[in-house]
């Protein structure tokens, strides 16, 4: 069984293994506003990829996965190294949605700035009133276009279903909505708000839904402490954040190259996705402070 380069990520490089098979190694590398930044955060790949498999597992019952094995002894030979273990999923190969799909249940982040400009998200009208942080009276589904170059954009469903199809997001919507109230309800069990998180899906062979990507990680979601959790200004985070954050201090302009971040940014955001994983999971990832994935 043997593996062909198919295209590096931000994150994620991925590896063709015949026709209807792939492989996701997922590095230490962190982006933030779209740019990756020149300072890895050890151990992140391995948390991102044990807490996606998690949640593959937990939620099979609402909607299929792509997931196959994440077990070194599974992969092709060159995906057994050290290098690359807890960093890796076997999985199938879809034809993936070209639309993120997004799910709020509280406001935050460009839905929040939208939300204070318009009264509304991606379409949907909001009570007035909200407040940064605030929790919305239900979770809604705010899609978005993947963009290859620049930032995603926040669209409507409507435009979502002219890029997809009317009946596509119909059934997108269902499925992320229940993933979302989900993940939030067995975060809620351990004390992290899920505010909101991002999935993907793609068809598979037989024309179904399938779940792939990554699920509910500190990459794709916001986190927050819930015992911490006060409306009206922005939230402490177990997720990227705290990067964002501190790159906005610093009075970074969002364009590349990143600036490197210091030894507390790093501790601090490894400490946040490995809080994260730990509380959700009750396992703890193998972690090391070295940086076997190569930029």
């Known amino acids: 069984m043997t593996a062909e380069p198919l295209l590096r990520g931000k994150v994620r490089e991925v590896f063709a293994v015949g026709e209807d098979r792939l492989v996701l190694v997922t ?18 790949g391995r948390v991102l990829t044990a807490l996606s498999a998690y949640w593959f597992r937990t939620l099979a019952d609402v909607v299929p996965h792509h997931m196959i094995s994440t077990d070194p002894e ?34 935050a982040g460009s839905g929040w700035r939208e939300y204070r400009d318009t009264g509304a998200v ?48 119909a059934d997108l919507e269902r499925l992320s909505i229940e993933l979302y109230r989900r993940g939030h309800d067995r975060c809620a069990e351990v004390g992290i708000i899920l505010a909101d998180t991002k999935f993907e899906f793609g068809r598979d062979a037989t024309g179904g839904i399938v779940l792939g990507d990554e699920v509910m990680t500190p990459d794709s979601s916001r986190f927050w402490p819930a015992d911490e959790w006060v409306p009206g200004r922005p939230q402490p985070s177990f997720d990227k954040q705290f990067v964002r954050d501190w790159l906005d201090q610093r009075g970074w302009d969002h364009s590349p ?31 090391d402070s070295r940086n076997p994935q190569p930029r």
Do not use: W
């Open 27 to 44: 590095s230490d590398r962190i982006s933030a506003y779209d740019v990756i930044m020149p300072t890895p955060i050890p151990g992140k």
């Open 74 to 107: 599974d992969m092709p030979e060159a995906f057994r190294a050290e290098a690359r273990e807890g960093r890796a999923m076997l999985v199938r190969r879809l034809a993936m949605f070209e639309i993120e799909c997004v799910v709020r249940g509280y406001l």
């Open 122 to 169: 991606c379409g949907h009208a909001l009570p007035p009133g909200l407040r940064e942080g605030d929790r919305l009276p239900t979770p809604i589904f705010t899609p978005a276009t993947k963009a290859t170059s620049g930032h995603d954009e926040n669209i409507t469903r409507e435009r979502a279903a002219q890029i997809v199809g009317a009946d596509a997001v």
């Open 257 to 287: 190259p990143g600036p490197e971040l210091p030894a507390e940014v790093v501790a601090g955001t490894r400490d946040r996705y490995n809080e994260a994983h730990a509380r959700i999971t009750g396992a703890t990832p193998a972690t």
